[in-house]
């Protein structure tokens, strides 16, 4: 059974670090695609970061970001673990929000989302 369970949030002061783990089971992540979303109080959900799997046509272990993150976030896999994680750094106001990570790959067709992490960047 798919599942994923995001971990990792809290209150940081700006220009601060924090690490998001995305715990995965009932697939693998290195061999699908994995993402990181956010979501602002009164925002549409917003892609923020993205990493390609062994499995897909593209580069494996190929990362994109939104342009707002692009140099202070990383997104990153660790195999033995099963575990995709977010490195953010350099932390601003605006990075508040509410984060969950999912998959994306035709074996596994719809949508499986965790409860979310809640990352607060405040002073």
């Known amino acids: 059974q798919v599942h994923v369970a995001e971990s990792g949030g809290g209150l940081v002061q700006p220009g601060g670090s924090l690490l998001l783990s995305c715990a995965a089971s009932g697939f693998t992540v290195t061999r699908v695609d994995m993402l990181w979303y956010r979501q602002a109080p009164g925002k549409e959900r917003e892609l923020v970061a993205q990493?390609?799997?062994?499995?897909?046509?593209?580069?494996?272990?190929?990362?994109t970001y939104a342009d707002s993150v692009r140099g202070r976030f990383t997104i990153s896999l660790d195999n033995a673990k099963n575990i995709a994680y977010l490195h953010m750094n350099d932390l601003k106001p605006e990075d508040t929000a509410d984060y969950y990570c999912?998959?994306?790959?035709?074996?596994?067709?719809?949508?499986?989302w965790g409860q979310g992490t809640r990352v607060t960047v405040s002073s």
């Open positions: 990493i390609r799997g062994s499995d897909g046509p593209t580069i494996y272990g190929r990362a």
């Open positions: 999912t998959l994306r790959s035709p074996v596994f067709p719809g949508g499986y």
